[in-house]
């Protein structure tokens, strides 16, 4: 069946265009008889109003975007990402939105896609993730005319822009200190991208923890890979002060620390504690179970879902902590051997 | 700055709307002064043309549409999708395309969201995935004034829409002839979704494959979480006989086997030899690294939509193979011990 157009509707009721699109669209300009005739008419033919007319005349797109200016060989590797479109996902249901969504090489790019949306009408809002130190991006969607926002990350990252956060410094520290706590006196970090806010935040706590603590702690830079995070293991595991223990940035890196322990013949928990981020159906399918920082991914994209329709809707600021990472301990952490 | 509408280029050049859209959209019923005039206030106002606009005109959208009809939870577990989404995404940005992304419960979600973007005119066409044997979905889109379509899956599940295809079946036959060559008689494969069509075709050539080599071939089904995969392995290798090697439909749920063998004293491959679909990088993370079918999902999305963008421009049918799988035996796989 060909799509009911405006004139298609107007010629069957014999009236203009015009006062089709005023009778439709619920403004003055025909008569109260016209109005009736023409949504009979409308109804009859099975017309259904386009979001593009609807956007045209200023009303929602029904649509939130989402970059991500990441590569795509590491896009695939962490499970996060996926699982908070999903969680976002889960609040489009009731409101018939969906996700736009572009994957680009770099902030220019991520720039230069909310200037063609915004000219475009193509969004009501986006969601920044991976906020970085003086990020250009948090000025330019601050704009009094730009498209309504929220980040994902740490409240001193996302200007006077709403954020909707987890407490990454509080997990960092908890984690440090369960591992004093356990006897571990030599404790590494195994960070990502070192340009991305919440790494920065991480690094500064997880510094002042072994400071204040007194023990060394060692930081290795990795890009969230699992060859990256199987080197940097290897540089830890090989030096002449080897940790007892190491924190890693996501899960998939923890998992390959895993692999270089065994091939290193490091026995794992025995002689290396290992503490994954981002808990994931993975660090409960290794042998042993990956000791993890844990929160539920897929609710922190719903809670960042509904922080945007109240920015949509109006409600402007706010910052939100949706959760503090647990530390769940299982089979990779243990004492430190006497 | 405010968004520039063809209401104020008609106010300034004073004309009406009417004429303001005619000379724009270079149609007649504008002389060519009134045109050239209208043009020279546009470009003077900084107007660019909305794809709101554009798409009522009839225009491209300059959207692709892709529907997840999955749980949430299982779609942050494979890194399959995401590395399938960027990989499409990858073709995009040459032409300033985007993904419009929607997550649904069901198939018949799934329908509704595509009668819904038909109305509406959202997307230029879709990429329809996980295809099934008698599918609703290929029925609706095989209709005349349907969406263009491109289906991601073997040909007999297509009708007559193009499709872009991986041999999977001739992955399957190569898996059971290699293990059948390197002394296994028992041999087991851990399947996904059955309602889904290459897991029936699978699942056919994996029977064919163990009856015309007269062995044992259990088959176990899972919804590819690791947890069913690790239940999966616990049946089997509890079984009174028990497989000497285990074809599993994903990566994750090998890596979740790896860890059942660990915890049941089962040594990975001198008592059982471990193949993983969909190699990833996890699979070269594990220790040992994991034997596997091995085809590049981020090239297979990339194909995918350079077909669908021919089916936008008009181009019929045609069924394209992406690739058939290579086995890449690494460390879980072995000879069976005399």
Redesign the interface.
């Known amino acids: ?3 009911i157009t405006i004139a298609d509707i107007a010629r069957e009721a014999g009236v203009s265009t015009g006062a089709v699109s005023y009778a439709l669209n619920g403004r003055p300009g025909v008569s109260e008889e016209t109005r009736a005739r023409v949504v009979a008419v409308a109804n009859q033919l099975g017309w ?6 609807r ?2 005349s200023g009303a929602p ?1 029904q ?1 939130v ?1 989402l970059v991500l200016a990441r590569h ?2 590491t ?3 962490e ?5 908070f ?3 976002i ?2 609040e ?2 009731p409101r ?1 939105y ?8 770099d902030l220019e ?1 991520e720039l230069e ?1 909310y200037r ?1 949306w915004r ?4 969004v009501d809002g986006v969601v920044l993730v991976d906020p970085r130190q003086d990020d250009p991006r948090i000025e330019v969607l601050s704009r009094p ?1 730009a498209l309504p926002a929220v980040v994902v990350g740490d409240s001193s990252l996302a200007g006077d822009l709403p954020n909707v956060w987890t407490d990454d410094a509080a997990a960092v520290r908890e984690s440090v200190r369960y591992l004093y706590a356990a006897g571990h006196r030599r404790i590494a970090r195994v960070g990502g991208l070192q340009e991305l806010g919440h790494t920065h935040i991480r690094d500064v706590a997880f510094r002042e923890e072994v400071e204040s603590l007194g023990i060394e702690g060692p930081l290795e830079r990795t890009d969230y ?3 990256s ?2 080197d940097a293991t290897r540089r830890l595991l090989t030096s002449v002060d080897r940790p007892t223990a190491v924190v890693y940035d996501n899960d ?1 890196m923890a ?2 620390a ?6 290193l013949g490091v026995r794992v928990p025995e002689d290396l504690s290992i503490i994954a981020w981002d808990d ?3 660090c ?4 042993p ?1 990956l000791s993890a920082l844990s929160h539920d ?2 609710s922190f994209g719903a809670h960042v879902a509904r922080r945007l329709f109240d920015r949509i809707d109006g409600v402007r600021g706010g910052s939100f902590l949706d959760s503090t990472p647990t530390l769940r301990p299982r089979g990779t952490t243990s004492p430190v051997r006497a």
């Open positions: 069946m060909r799509r259904e109003p386009s979001s593009a007319a956007s045209l797109t649509t975007g795509p060989s896009l695939g590797v499970s996060f990402y996926m699982q479109i999903a969680g996902e889960s489009f249901a018939s969906a996700l736009l969504l572009q994957v680009v090489p790019a896609t063609r000219a475009a009408r193509r005319d890979t699992t060859g995070g199987a998939v998992l390959a895993m692999g270089v322990a065994a091939e994931s159906p993975l409960q399918a290794t042998y179970p991914v897929t």
